[in-house]
């Protein structure tokens, strides 16, 4: 028999805060936590020592929903449940001791905020409430005369006290294009066969708004709102023309720029025909790698009119290339996610971003998500749709380096 009297060891956690971000609605910490062991023997004069540095992210409050890789809310169908067994993978970019995983909540158990109040919070105007969001205060801020009658169908350019929100799309939508030209960013409305353009440069400061009647332009930049007050027939890509229009194009090609920062609201159905990407994402043997900044679209089809709260269908649908792999880097919250594929052929969508749903149907399609946590940053609003409650959140924790030697 040995006896261990004469063993020894002591431990220490040692944390350091690396940053620290705080928004109206939450709070996000980074930490470096260095776990220390130390053991000895009382008769000999060697010990040994070792310690393990991990990455920390917390968060708390009402959190971006994005942060949830993949969140189904409801009890899902036996379809549903095979579907979320069997054909949705996940994979995280970063390398966590907590794999990302598939979660499923009873309704209401992280319930969204409504789009009436996430607007009434975006649009800077004044003290603007939930409960003043009327279609005559909406008037109002279109600069239409205040009034509670229905908002004319067409597209509108959201002005309010710091600048430019973004647009404003009453009615149903045929064609809504994403594109570049050279350092613009494109988006494009075709509505009722008219068509309207925003174009704006984050490199030059520049916006231009091209309408029907004329063209305005001015020396800042939108906030990246874009809200539909309506259903999108199509969704996608758009090359540019020398005339400086977009045509939709099914070739896998960026359509947003590096580095921003859009958000599609949605009352209604949308449709995405084509591959959605920003600059500087390449697809390596199935694996999207992205090289320069970060970029974030988020698409969400609330499922209610925005001003009655009249429910709607709220879905999402996913057109696939005839044979081809869809990619799309986009966080998407919808009530109802589809694919729209040939039923004969097996697809498969690669999502890039994230993924909240409260029903699910992907026929023949797998779908692969490679989370992209929120990017954080000082913008102004929140251009997420956040959990109602709020939550503390282990988000990260990621083994950094393993060292042995004495510590003090």
Known sequence: DQSFRFFGWKSKIVSQLDSFYKSQHYWVAEYELVVEGKGYQGSLSSDSSAQLSFQVRLGCGRLPL????????GEPSSREAEEIEKKINLFSRETSIFKPRKIIL??????????QEWLAENLKIGVLEPEDFSRSRFREILGLEPANEAIPPGVYLIRDDL??????IQGDVEELLLGIDSSYQIIQVKKESSY??????????????????GLESFTLLPRGMVIINGSVQALGAGVITPEKKLLPTQEKIPCFLQGITLTFLCAEEITITSHLYQEGLNLEEHIPYLKGQESQLIIWACGQELFSGEKT???IHLQSPEDQELLIQAHLKT??????NNPRKLTTVNLMGSLQTDQLNLKSSSLNIFHQPPRINDSLGEAFPLTQQPLLALLLLQPQEWKEGNYD
């Open 66 to 73: 994005a942060w949830f890789p993949f969140l189904y809310q």
């Open 196 to 213: 309207w353009q925003l174009r704006f440069s984050p490199a030059q400061k520049i916006t231009e708004f091209q309408t029907p009647q």
């Open 106 to 115: 009873p309704p209401d158990k992280l319930a969204t905020k409504e789009p």
């Open 313 to 315: 269908s709220g879905k």
């Open 335 to 340: 009530v109802s996610l589809n694919t729209t």
């Open 163 to 168: 600048g430019l929100g973004g647009l404003f």
